[in-house]
């Protein structure tokens, strides 16, 4: 299934980056997603592509 991209605001700063990440992550885990794993991330052809390694970490809240 593929989807637009569902973020819509910019990322300019590490905070910015961050806060995407963490807000994307809790939707997933609230919908019982397990991103606790290497996750291949392909772009256009004018970006590179990317491996993200998602590990929850001991002792995390929640």
Request: with cysteine.
């Given at each position: 299934?593929?989807?637009?991209n569902?973020?819509q605001?910019?990322v300019?700063?590490?905070a910015?980056?961050?806060?995407?990440?963490?807000?994307l992550?809790q939707?997933?885990?609230?919908n019982?997603l397990t991103?606790g794993?290497?996750?291949?991330?392909?772009?256009?052809?004018s970006g590179?592509?990317?491996?993200?390694?998602?590990?929850e970490l001991d002792g995390?809240?929640?």
């Amino acid at each position: 299934m593929t989807r637009d991209n569902p973020y819509q605001g910019d990322v300019t700063t590490d905070a910015e980056f961050q806060a995407a990440l963490t807000a994307l992550l809790q939707r997933a885990h609230d919908n019982d997603l397990t991103v606790g794993r290497p996750w291949l991330c392909r772009t256009s052809d004018s970006g590179p592509d990317w491996e993200a390694t998602i590990v929850e970490l001991d002792g995390a809240p929640g």
